[in-house]
């Protein structure tokens, strides 16, 4: 089993670029979530999906934030433009079924930096 | 990615040693908690997790305790082990959100 695959693991990029983060959850999962991870604000939930739909965005910080699941095994957020206050790990988890009591599985992040 | 606070709370022990990691939350309608382990580097990984109907549960060398009456939470590890060494994030949720509310965890440091 791979797990949950991120790419890229790490990104470096200046302000006013487009950034997309990628994510391949675990094959069988029907949920996928979104999180940042910063210092100041510790693990943070920005949007989950169930069966591809989005189902909760209220952590999307603004409208730069978007994120998209087009099938089951492939989703990815995009910022633009990026700032760099955007700067922090992005982890994408993904867990079977659609109850909050199921076991989220992350995996190991996006490192982001916006100079 | 370390992707860890500098300023987190640190407990440091001795291998072998047993370790208390504590935890308080805020919302009373927390009926569903987790505790994930996150080494540096990786993503958090799930330890154990209780329900508000339980006070205590066991897992494999660890046992969460669950006081709602001061709503706290706390992961204890038995003969704590070189690779135990990681910051660990207590978790809650509620019937009224299916949100998982992480806090901002402990770093724990074994010492040989």
């Known amino acids: 089993d791979a797990g949950v695959i991120q790419s890229p693991r790490h990104e470096v990029t200046e302000m006013g670029q487009e950034v997309t983060l990628r994510c391949k959850p675990i094959?069988?999962?029907?949920?996928l979530f979104w999180y940042r991870q910063t210092m100041m604000r510790g693990l943070e939930l920005l949007i989950y999906f169930n069966n591809n739909v989005p189902i909760d965005d209220s952590g999307m910080p603004e409208d730069r934030f978007s994120a998209k699941m087009p099938n089951a095994s492939f989703s990815t957020l995009k910022i633009q433009p990026s700032e760099p206050r955007d700067s922090a790990v992005y982890f994408c988890a993904s867990s079977f079924g659609d109850r909050r009591y199921n076991e989220q599985f992350f995996g190991p992040g996006t490192r982001l930096t916006v100079l | 990615g370390e992707s860890v606070g500098l300023h987190l709370p640190t407990l440091s022990v001795q291998e072998g040693d047993n370790s208390i990691i504590n935890c308080a939350y805020s919302?009373?309608?927390?009926?569903?908690f987790i505790w994930y382990k996150q080494e540096s580097g990786k993503g958090p990984q799930f330890i154990i997790d209780?329900?508000?109907?339980?006070d205590k549960r066991q897992g494999q060398r660890v046992t969460v305790l669950l006081n709602k009456t001061v709503k706290h939470l706390s992961l204890q590890i038995a003969a704590t082990q070189p690779g135990d060494s990681a910051v660990y994030f207590c978790a809650e949720s509620s019937r009224n959100t299916d949100k998982l509310i992480f806090g901002t965890g402990t770093r724990l440091q074994v010492f040989p």
């Open positions: 209780i329900r508000s109907n339980m």
């Open positions: 919302n009373s309608a927390s009926d569903y």
């Open positions: 094959s069988g999962h029907n949920s």
